[in-house]
């Protein structure tokens, strides 16, 4: 039966189908399966439908099987307090210092970013529970400078194997690379892009239109009448803004080239411009961002169909967003905030997403991130969340 | 169901399978469920189509998706033109006034017209829009599909292996998941590799061969590189160095490596790989 087994990987987050567990009953019914190492392979054959999800179901053929202890999914829960947390430390630090037991001085001294590691740290410290986020005030009076105890997502160490195969071979965790974290390459851009399609007909006429055709013959009593068309291709235009200026974007430089790459030998009407952490008056044609500007308020005149994709991390001083003359370069100071010029795009451009290559669970700790992402739909410059671009891009209306 | 002498899958002259996928296949073929292989480029997927039609002793359809494709054309084809010209000139020995004439079966009304048991390989349905996936449910579900110009029902006498190949990253819709096996094929480990190897090449010279499986390896690891060398590329590097009369097997240690153009298809990735080679002689 293996109803447990099944519940297993329904929970670890594999999207197993009733469907299909049925079958693999229909499978032990036939005699098919002989032994566990039979199992292994059909119940995923029949079960897991996609690679990225082998490790997982290794994982859980393991803990099932073998009772290898299953991996906690807390990193997220972690940061989020964490980031309460600070909140709650900018509103009252001397509160918060005294609830852990810590000298306020000592926190003073460290950067936000430090005090969200430190406040992670002394989360982990923790033995027992701190789900629900409020109960850190009940951890008080512990060492601030403890040792690093127990890490709930830390280092395991898997259970032994008693010389069953199926279960060696899933302790392995041969398909760990396939799982949905991995880098994004080309093609897997590629594969995400695919449907950012609008096909329209161009280019000579030389597809036979039947319909057509017959109706015209008929018309000309018989004599065929031959009625050609143009075949439909892609007439998508794009535009894709990149911050390419400063710093900041340097850690994304591979992915963003590798989206740029994609979309110069994709779509035949892209537009590649360039700006420097948020949009003022301008985009550049040039990378250098020197040459070829080209004022925004004339992409007006542009397809309102077209596409815009902005990459950016859009992390930067609040000021640079909101203020009237926020630009860091003086040349571009015309009055008008980044902000509402941003605003502008989107109003031209019904179609339009920023993609960030910050992490989304990043997110939350950068007021400008937050404030783009009320303007322009956000997503994150991954796999899944190009997919959910390009989903937002197509959408009718 | 088609109950031959031999209806275990057990792997062909030209194919070497590893058990865990022969498993699957044979379970595919008892549920009587379609197969879909992922994996990447080169690692046999539409090759194992091949060796099964060829050890089970079935015909081959292949199926080769285009991206254009409407399931239609898979399935039948009314071809209307010929018709009409029938119609206008009237000097075949068609009947004009019979549709059936003008209908010729597309791949997937072939295997399920056919008198025995079919191997069908949809190859890289990925290529193809979801719409064509989605409409072929149905069809592969019910074993059979409709010819709206004559009203007929065709149902699939046997019902055919069917083996479906994806190079996608991205997974297929969810209800057409639902109705397939799944298998990925991983990259063969060295060992298996050279048991592809000495099937490929009866009397390979057995230095030449451990030689170039190394080098083979060690120049996928190279970092950056965008199309690694698969299966295909080193088959065909190791029938280059083959023909190349002025080669010897040592050479490959010493780190000269001729023929890079057959492993590194892109010229970026070439440029690479003929760099990090050039570099190693010098060691």
Redesign the interface.
Known sequence: MFLNFFYILKEIGI?V?P??FL?LQ??LH?G??ANLN?FY??A???L?????Y?DLYDQAFAHHFEGVPLPDSDGFEVDEIARAMLDEWLKNPKELADALGIDEEQLKKLTPEELIEYFKERLKDQDGEHHGGNKWIGTGGTSPVGHSGHHPGGMRVGGQSRNKSAVKVAGER??KD?STKGPL????IG??L??LRNLRPAGPKDV?N?DE??RE?MKNA???ELIFDAA?KDRLKVILAIDNGGWSMDPYIHVVQTLFDYARSQFDEVKTYFFHNTIYDSLWEDPARYKKPRNIMEFTRMDPETRLIIVGDASMAPYELMANDGSIHISERSGRPSIQQLNFLRETFSHSVWLNPVSENMWGYSHTILAIAKIFPMFELS?DGL?KAVSALMRKN | MYQGPNTEFQGAKKYVLDQELASIVNISMKLEMPLLLKGEPGTGKTMLAHAIAESLNMPLIVLNVKSSMKLIEALYQYDTLTRLNDSRFGDSKRDVSDINEYIKMGKIGQAFCADQRTVLLIDEIDKADTDFQDDMLDVLDQMQFDIIETDKTITARNRPVIIITSNAKKDLSDPFLGRCNFHHIAFPDPKMMRKIIDVHFQDIDERLAQNAIDAFYTMRDIDGVEKKPATRELINWIRALNADPDFRAKDLVKGQLPFLGVLFKKSPDYERATNIASRRRLF
């Not at chain 1, 897991?48 to 990225?52: A, D, I």
Request: glycine fraction near 2%.
């Open positions: 999207p189908s469907t299909a079958t229909k499978a036939l098919i399966i039979d392979t059909c995923r054959a029949i897991v439908k996609s690679e990225r082998f041969r398909y396939y390459t080309q093609a897997k594969e995400a695919k449907r036979l039947i055709t017959i013959t018989g004599e065929i439909l796999l997919e």
